[in-house]
């Protein structure tokens, strides 16, 4: 069974920085893709990031990048998401998921809170 476990949120200022982490345990044969989404209170869950296990690095969402970066550890396992100049905007429920063996697999989700 697989499983996602998150790590680093928390409250921040505005203009700080987190970096969250997400790591999987269980089988897992063939991983696809691996990312981050967010969910903020009122609005719909939205891609962040994602990346393909045969890299180091990913994509960001227009609407991040230059802020946020995706990166995954040697051991494939772990995934991170370094989130810099941190916005009130950014609060929200952050949740890595897995695409693997023909399956999505998602955290629980994290809390990030951006406030002042």
């Known amino acids: 069974q697989v499983e996602l476990v998150e790590s680093g949120g928390g409250l921040v200022q505005p203009g700080g920085s987190l970096r969250l982490s997400c790591t999987a345990s269980g089988g897992i044969f063939s991983a696809s893709v691996m990312g981050w989404y967010r969910q903020a209170p009122g609005k719909e869950r939205e891609l962040v990031a994602r990346?393909?296990?045969?890299?180091?690095?990913?994509d960001v969402v227009d609407f991040l990048r230059g802020r946020f970066r995706i990166s995954v550890d040697n051991d494939k396992r772990t995934w991170n998401l370094q989130n810099n100049n941190l916005r009130v905007e950014d609060t929200a429920v952050y949740y890595c998921y897995l695409a693997a063996d023909s399956k999505t697999y998602w955290g629980s989700g994290i809390q990030v809170t951006v406030s002042s």
């Open positions: 990346l393909q296990p045969g890299h180091t690095w990913g």
